[in-house]
């Protein structure tokens, strides 16, 4: 859903600073995406901060210059109700049962130089209550090489394998959490070559691919 106006009220502002509270049906990744918050872009300022209600978490995220909201701290996954309590001297209280889970997702290393026609198999690690993994082949752009894969996690550890894309640099693999966009690992750029050949022989010489005779 587009961004809804009415589920945006400011809290408090002072010194150029302002503290809003956001409620959407749409999901926290909708959020974050570029572009959301443009309706109302003259009156986000960088470094507000925005009280997030989402339909599938509550978090705390603040206002960047280009007018997206970065990826801030979720403070419930399960989107629970949030206490507010205002004043008319524009004093707030939060309250909020929130507890610390650890999550993190490490890929496993690439070759620097992948083969034509081969296939490319990423692995990742990961690190607390992450059910599965999207795997993605990027292009230099970051645009997808090859349609995205949807991986479980199976003992901390998801394997996606792609069909090596055309030859060119630049390409990257990207592991996200598939209920949490904003958590992700993406590789070191790696080319893609073609494969190595052998040299051909005739009449005693060696000859090269377009058929030319080695000298040495």
């Not at 400011?10 to 509270?21: D, E, I, K, R, V």
């Amino acid at each position: 859903m587009p961004f809804d106006a009415p589920g945006l009220t400011p809290l408090t502002q002072a010194n150029g600073f302002s503290l809003w509270h956001y409620r959407t049906t749409d999901s926290r990744a909708a959020v974050l995406a570029p572009g959301y918050f443009a309706p109302v872009a003259d009156r986000l300022r960088p470094g507000d901060v925005l009280v997030v209600q989402a339909a599938d978490a509550t978090a705390l995220m603040s206002i960047r210059a280009d007018g997206t909201a970065a990826t801030g701290v979720t403070l419930d996954a399960a989107a629970a109700g949030l206490a507010l309590t205002r004043s008319a001297t524009q004093r707030f209280g939060v309250v909020q049962a929130a507890e610390a889970v650890a999550r993190s997702i490490a890929l496993g290393p690439l070759p620097a130089i992948a083969t034509a026609g081969v296939e490319i198999a990423a692995s990742a690690t990961v690190l607390g209550p992450i059910a599965s993994l999207a795997f993605s082949l990027l292009r230099p752009d970051g645009s997808p090489a090859a349609p995205g894969l949807t991986v479980p996690v199976l003992g901390g550890v998801a394997t996606a394998v792609f069909q090596a894309p055309p030859l060119g640099d630049g390409y990257r693999i990207r592991a996200a959490d598939t209920d949490d966009a904003g958590l992700s690992a993406l590789s070191p750029p790696f080319t893609v070559a073609p494969p190595p050949r052998l040299l051909l022989e005739r009449g005693g010489l060696l000859l090269a691919e377009q058929g030319g005779a080695l000298r040495l």
